[in-house]
């Protein structure tokens, strides 16, 4: 009876994480990686400035020219956004008016070039 218990449980805490986007916790500049469609996305910021670093699903960086991409960023109830621009090799850059607070949650919208658009979420420590 008591495995009948625990396997949906842990099955429910698997499901979970997947749905959350968290891939493998830090990628190679600090940031968190997340599932952006077919690609990763690793999101830092720092002050004013946010980064995020495009990737295959094997972490090889994938080349962020000819992308467009947005951070939508709810906190305190209200919602803000920055505007992403790509710079080689795999990263797009984008500035805020205030730097972001614990807690609060950024969406990455990124649309290569000809391709259709993804996203990948983040809530800031």
Known sequence: MRTMIIIPTVLLVLMTSAVAGDVSGKGPNGGRLADAGNMHAEFVSKGVELFVYTYDHNNKPVPSAGMSGKATIQEKGKTRSAELKPQDPN???????????????????????????????????
């Open 91 to 125: 990263q797009l850059v984008g500035k805020l008016e205030v730097p972001l607070e614990s807690g609060a949650r950024v969406i990455v919208s990124l649309t290569p070039q000809g391709g259709k658009p993804v996203q990948a979420r983040y809530t800031v420590n």
